[in-house]
């Protein structure tokens, strides 16, 4: 197959880095399609740890050329950083090979500034954003306020755009949220600045993206976040606020309806939350603490401890569904050692009404009471696993199992952090 989407079927988070690195080994082009620095994906190359946020998890290939569409929303000051942070790694070397969308909206340090503003006023009530201005950023865009990349190209009328944009946010923030404003003299001179090392990198990502589907290139589509965050599909209002699903390539990857071959889903063999919202199999207490600490589940972009739970077949089926999911990676297997017993759910109690897939109206998810399936733990590292076979037979049943309840065949099956340690069962891009 050419054309493979990978997106996350829980709340982000999910070990997407490493298989997209993994599958960025067959292929041509990795694009993001969605989200911006809210994102944070974490790999492991031969020994060496990087966190990219914006940057496709293609870079650390050579030769790929990685593209950052038009659904996303771009800090260009965070870009840049992570840019040079590559570079002086010897990344991202060579003509072409990073390619930004005209249309990608800009986050500006005043969309930040309201994120954290309304953050702190909403107390407990909080989503528990990242609080890089994703959400604001995409407001702008969807009332036509923002600020687009393609803008930066004349900047006498970006800057005006710019200037007026400054005013009405330093008002809103002075006035209804009570907040410092940010101070826009600097902010239009670093801009000025930074214009000039942007305009390279920008491109017609739509063309480009659809001319290499015609081509015949394999081409990656990077997901960001999870189904559980989408804006549409996720636990509203305690979600992202773009597009998360496998659907998003065509409007914000830039990949014509129709041409998308197959869609990878990612999930942990446990799952994990940040911020605020529903999550019914969330485990308290010591348990919840010794996977976050062994699974090392802090938060990539904010440092924040994930709440930790068990895996949710019922989200996971809902996961495949809406993605039309083709296969299904499981990852950090490993944390799972030494928890004896595993638990899955594999329904929900909603007051006396059972259910075994989502119920209707997402707020019953905040009541769902799981029912639990037990399994029998193992122990022992599970790293340099190279096949099912080489895994202990308890965890293999509960791989097995997974795969059973969601529906779809597992593809993959994490066993350690580094790009190796990954049970290849089926390869989108070699099937
Ligand atoms: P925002 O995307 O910063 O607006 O945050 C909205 C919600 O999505 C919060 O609960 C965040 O913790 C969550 N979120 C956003 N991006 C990620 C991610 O990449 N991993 C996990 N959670 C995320």
């Known amino acids: ?19 997209v690195d993994l599958l960025a080994a067959d292929a041509d082009v990795v694009v993001r399609f969605q989200g911006g620095n809210n994102a944070a994906h974490t790999l492991v190359v031969n020994g060496e740890k990087f966190i990219l946020r914006l940057v496709p998890s293609g870079a650390l290939h050579d030769g790929k050329v990685c593209v950052i569409g038009s659904g996303t929303v771009v800090d260009p000051f965070a870009l840049l950083e992570e840019i040079d942070a ?22 500006m340090p005043y969309h930040r500034a309201i994120d954290r503003a309304r953050e702190a006023r909403l107390g407990k009530g909080a989503i528990g954003t990242t609080g890089f201005g994703i959400g604001p ?21 970006f800057r005006e755009k710019l200037e007026r944009n400054i005013k009405e946010k330093n008002l809103y923030l002075k006035a209804v949220l009570k907040a410092k404003p940010i101070d826009g003299d600097a902010l239009i001179a670093a801009t000025s600045k930074l214009r000039r090392r942007i305009l390279p990198y920008l491109c017609d990502t739509g063309a480009f993206v659809a001319e290499a589907a015609r081509a015949g290139k394999r081409i990656l589509f990077e997901g960001a976040h999870g189904t559980m965050l989408d804006i549409d599909y996720g636990t509203y209002p305690f979600v992202t606020s773009s597009n998360c699903v496998a659907s998003a390539v065509f409007a914000g990857g830039g990949l014509p309806p129709g041409q998308l071959d197959a869609t990878l889903g990612i999930s942990k063999a446990y799952a ?16 919840g603490d010794k996977l976050r600490s062994e699974g090392g589940e802090f938060g990539s972009a904010t440092g924040r401890p994930r709440r930790i739970g068990w895996f949710d077949a019922v989200l996971a089926r809902y996961a495949v569904r809406v993605n039309g999911m083709w296969g299904l990676a499981v990852t950090k297997l490993d944390v799972l050692s030494g928890i004896d017993p595993v638990k899955i759910c594999v329904g929900y109690m909603v007051g006396k009404e059972r259910y075994d897939e989502i119920p209707p109206g997402r707020h019953a998810l905040a009541k769902a009471k799981p029912l639990y399936e037990e399994m029998p733990g193992w122990s022992g590292g599970l790293n340099g696993a190279k096949s099912l076979e080489e895994l202990p037979a308890n965890a293999r049943r509960y791989i097995e199992r997974l795969g059973q309840l969601t529906g779809v065949p597992i593809a993959m099956v994490g ?7 990954t049970i290849v069962l089926k390869n989108p891009f070699r099937d």
């Open 137 to 157: 950023a995409y407001e702008d865009k969807m009332s036509r306020q923002g600020l687009r990349f393609d803008d930066l190209a004349d900047w006498k009328t």
């Open 415 to 421: 066993v350690g952090a580094s790009r190796d340690a």
């Open 1 to 19: 197959m050419r054309t493979v989407a990978v997106v996350g079927s829980q709340w982000g988070d999910e070990g997407k880095g490493k298989i």
């Open 86 to 107: 590559l570079k002086k790694r010897s990344y991202l070397n060579g003509e072409g090979r990073l390619r930004l969308s005209y249309d990608a909206h800009i986050v």
């Open 272 to 287: 994990t939350r940040v911020g605020s919202g529903p999550f019914p199999t969330e485990i308290h207490g010591r348990l």
